[in-house]
């Protein structure tokens, strides 16, 4: 998982409100203690999350983000894929030694695994 180090960063330069960067029709909204993914195309979310190696990156980027106070949230098509950090737990999730990370609604976390498969 991909998330630029630069966006971490910017989160501490934040002290009231929040940053938004459009990148065609996806976006990230940048606040003081939370970043967030919105992200509208399969390609995209591909990109970021096809990886061999994604239940380490999440468990690294959880403890980094749990340990400095901020949560990162994925979005597609506006409704949670996954989130990461302080302001996530998932009991499951945690008894499988990936703390501080939450999956989004079964149902759209479903019917996305079902558009990924068909792609």
């Avoid at 180090?5 to 409100?17: E, M, P, R, Y």
């Avoid at 029709?25 to 195309?41: A, C, G, L, T």
């Avoid at 894929?81 to 945690?94: E, F, I, Q, Y």
Wanted: proline fraction near 3%.
């Amino acid at each position: 998982m991909f998330i630029p180090a630069v966006l971490f960063q910017a989160t501490n330069l934040i002290k009231d409100g929040s940053m938004e960067i459009q990148m065609g029709r996806n976006s990230v909204r940048v606040e003081r203690d939370f970043i967030q993914f919105n992200i509208n195309d399969l390609e995209s979310l591909q990109k970021l999350l096809d990886r061999e190696d994604i239940l380490p990156q999440m468990k690294y980027l959880s403890e980094e983000f749990s340990k400095a106070g901020k949560t990162l949230e994925i979005n597609y098509r506006n409704a949670r894929v996954v989130r990461l950090g302080a302001h996530a737990d998932s009991v499951v999730l945690r008894l499988l030694g990936i703390p501080n990370v939450t999956v989004g609604n079964p149902v759209t976390v479903y019917r996305f695994l079902r558009v990924w498969g068909k792609s």
